[in-house]
């Protein structure tokens, strides 16, 4: 998957070789650097890969603030949903644990309802602001939008 140059003062230098795929996928072609020596074992610099990280998380962060004011409205209430779902997830684990008996049964009932609310809502708000971003034609649809909880 990379290109190894190999040089006389036993140095690694990988050359990521990328895909059209790839290429589409990523912004950034940084090459990892990987130095051995012989006393100290295998050294990895992988600062370039840290600064085109930072320098990616930067043009997201420019567009995002160049977004409408009701993306940005939809783009925090997705956050603030996805922090009550796991929330309410830890709720629903806690639930389950301990003896079981009645009570038991309604906590567990009743921690899958705020699950299953708040999940809801959170599916409402991201198609809202997939059909926002389709409307203004927004490019950075997906740049930061998280589905994960």
Do not use: F, Y
Not at 5 to 33: K, Q, Y
Not at 71 to 99: C, H, Y
Request: hydrophobic share 40%; proline share 3%; net charge negative.
């Amino acid at each position: 998957m990379a290109d190894l140059t190999l040089s006389a003062a036993t140095s690694v230098h990988l050359a990521p070789r990328r895909s059209a795929i790839d290429a589409a996928n990523t912004e950034s072609s940084a090459p990892a650097t990987v130095v051995a020596k012989k006393e100290e074992g295998l050294h990895i610099d992988m600062s370039a890969l840290g600064t085109a990280k930072k320098e990616a998380d930067a043009k997201a962060e420019e567009a995002e603030s160049q977004e409408p004011a009701h993306i940005k409205l939809l783009r925090d209430r997705i956050k603030e949903l996805q922090k009550q779902l796991d929330e309410a997830q830890k709720r629903l684990q806690e639930a389950s644990q301990g003896p079981d008996d009645q009570a038991k049964a309604t906590r567990v009932a009743a921690a899958q309802a705020a699950v299953a609310t708040i999940s809801g809502a959170l599916l409402q708000a991201t198609a809202q602001l997939l059909k926002a971003l389709t409307e203004t034609g927004t490019s950075s649809a997906g740049s930061s939008l998280n589905t994960t909880a």
